[in-house]
Nanobody, 126 residues
Protein backbone atom coordinates (compact mmCIF):
# COMPACT_ATOMS: atom_id res chain seq x y z
CA UNK A 1 0.00 0.00 0.00
CA UNK A 2 1.22 3.50 -0.85
CA UNK A 3 0.02 6.72 0.70
CA UNK A 4 0.79 10.15 -0.69
CA UNK A 5 0.32 13.40 1.17
CA UNK A 6 0.75 16.73 -0.60
CA UNK A 7 1.55 20.07 0.97
CA UNK A 8 2.57 23.54 -0.10
CA UNK A 9 -0.39 24.84 -2.06
CA UNK A 10 -1.91 28.26 -1.55
CA UNK A 11 -2.99 31.56 -3.01
CA UNK A 12 -0.32 33.60 -4.77
CA UNK A 13 -0.05 36.41 -7.28
CA UNK A 14 0.98 36.14 -10.91
CA UNK A 15 4.74 35.73 -11.22
CA UNK A 16 5.15 34.21 -7.78
CA UNK A 17 6.71 30.89 -6.84
CA UNK A 18 5.43 27.93 -4.86
CA UNK A 19 7.01 24.67 -3.83
CA UNK A 20 4.80 21.62 -3.54
CA UNK A 21 5.97 18.62 -1.59
CA UNK A 22 4.70 15.04 -1.56
CA UNK A 23 5.46 12.74 1.36
CA UNK A 24 5.43 9.09 0.33
CA UNK A 25 4.53 6.24 2.67
CA UNK A 26 5.56 3.06 0.86
CA UNK A 27 5.51 -0.39 2.43
CA UNK A 28 6.39 -2.15 -0.80
CA UNK A 29 9.67 -2.88 -2.53
CA UNK A 30 8.34 -1.57 -5.81
CA UNK A 31 9.85 1.14 -7.93
CA UNK A 32 7.72 4.06 -8.91
CA UNK A 33 7.32 6.68 -11.54
CA UNK A 34 6.20 9.74 -9.61
CA UNK A 35 4.24 12.63 -11.02
CA UNK A 36 2.47 15.86 -10.31
CA UNK A 37 -0.86 16.01 -12.09
CA UNK A 38 -3.31 18.87 -11.99
CA UNK A 39 -6.99 19.38 -12.60
CA UNK A 40 -8.63 22.74 -13.15
CA UNK A 41 -12.40 23.20 -12.78
CA UNK A 42 -14.24 21.75 -15.76
CA UNK A 43 -11.07 20.34 -17.30
CA UNK A 44 -9.44 16.92 -17.53
CA UNK A 45 -6.49 15.95 -15.41
CA UNK A 46 -3.19 16.75 -17.10
CA UNK A 47 0.38 15.78 -16.42
CA UNK A 48 2.47 18.60 -15.02
CA UNK A 49 5.71 16.68 -14.50
CA UNK A 50 6.95 13.15 -13.97
CA UNK A 51 10.19 11.65 -12.74
CA UNK A 52 11.56 8.14 -12.84
CA UNK A 53 12.76 6.11 -9.86
CA UNK A 54 16.38 7.22 -9.94
CA UNK A 55 15.58 10.80 -10.80
CA UNK A 56 17.62 10.60 -13.98
CA UNK A 57 14.67 11.25 -16.28
CA UNK A 58 12.04 13.97 -16.06
CA UNK A 59 9.21 14.94 -18.38
CA UNK A 60 7.01 18.02 -18.35
CA UNK A 61 3.75 19.14 -19.83
CA UNK A 62 4.17 21.50 -22.79
CA UNK A 63 2.57 24.33 -20.84
CA UNK A 64 5.35 24.25 -18.23
CA UNK A 65 7.76 26.01 -20.61
CA UNK A 66 10.72 25.67 -18.27
CA UNK A 67 8.99 27.24 -15.26
CA UNK A 68 8.72 24.14 -13.04
CA UNK A 69 11.22 21.61 -11.71
CA UNK A 70 10.33 18.18 -10.36
CA UNK A 71 12.74 16.41 -8.02
CA UNK A 72 12.74 13.45 -5.70
CA UNK A 73 14.69 12.26 -2.69
CA UNK A 74 14.28 8.50 -2.24
CA UNK A 75 16.12 8.57 1.08
CA UNK A 76 13.53 11.00 2.46
CA UNK A 77 10.64 9.54 0.42
CA UNK A 78 9.63 12.89 -1.00
CA UNK A 79 8.85 14.33 -4.40
CA UNK A 80 8.82 18.10 -4.85
CA UNK A 81 7.60 20.46 -7.53
CA UNK A 82 9.18 23.90 -7.64
CA UNK A 83 6.88 26.22 -9.55
CA UNK A 84 8.13 29.61 -10.73
CA UNK A 85 6.59 32.41 -12.76
CA UNK A 86 3.10 31.22 -11.93
CA UNK A 87 0.20 32.28 -14.12
CA UNK A 88 -3.56 32.38 -13.48
CA UNK A 89 -3.89 29.43 -15.89
CA UNK A 90 -1.87 27.37 -13.40
CA UNK A 91 -4.78 27.53 -10.96
CA UNK A 92 -5.83 23.96 -10.23
CA UNK A 93 -5.80 21.18 -7.70
CA UNK A 94 -2.39 19.54 -7.85
CA UNK A 95 -2.09 15.83 -7.13
CA UNK A 96 0.93 13.72 -6.36
CA UNK A 97 0.70 10.31 -8.02
CA UNK A 98 2.69 7.07 -8.12
CA UNK A 99 2.76 4.36 -10.76
CA UNK A 100 4.72 1.10 -10.66
CA UNK A 101 7.38 1.30 -13.30
CA UNK A 102 10.76 -0.08 -14.28
CA UNK A 103 13.66 1.98 -13.06
CA UNK A 104 14.17 4.14 -16.13
CA UNK A 105 10.57 4.96 -16.89
CA UNK A 106 8.67 8.15 -16.14
CA UNK A 107 5.07 7.72 -17.25
CA UNK A 108 3.48 10.53 -19.21
CA UNK A 109 -0.04 9.10 -19.23
CA UNK A 110 -2.11 9.93 -16.14
CA UNK A 111 -3.92 6.61 -16.56
CA UNK A 112 -0.78 4.71 -15.58
CA UNK A 113 -0.67 6.16 -12.08
CA UNK A 114 -2.11 3.81 -9.48
CA UNK A 115 -1.98 5.86 -6.29
CA UNK A 116 -3.00 9.45 -5.74
CA UNK A 117 -2.82 11.93 -2.91
CA UNK A 118 -5.77 14.02 -1.79
CA UNK A 119 -4.60 17.06 -3.75
CA UNK A 120 -3.55 20.56 -2.81
CA UNK A 121 -5.13 23.73 -4.19
CA UNK A 122 -2.99 26.23 -6.05
CA UNK A 123 -4.65 29.52 -6.90
CA UNK A 124 -2.86 32.22 -8.87
CA UNK A 125 -4.48 35.64 -8.89
CA UNK A 126 -3.98 38.14 -11.69
Amino acid sequence: QVQLIESGGGLVQTGSSLRLSCAISDHTNDRWSMAWIRQAPGKERELVAAINWSGSRTVYGDFVEGRFIISRDNAKNTVDLQMNSLKPLDTAVYYCAAGRAPNGVAYTSVRLYDYWGQGTQVTVSS
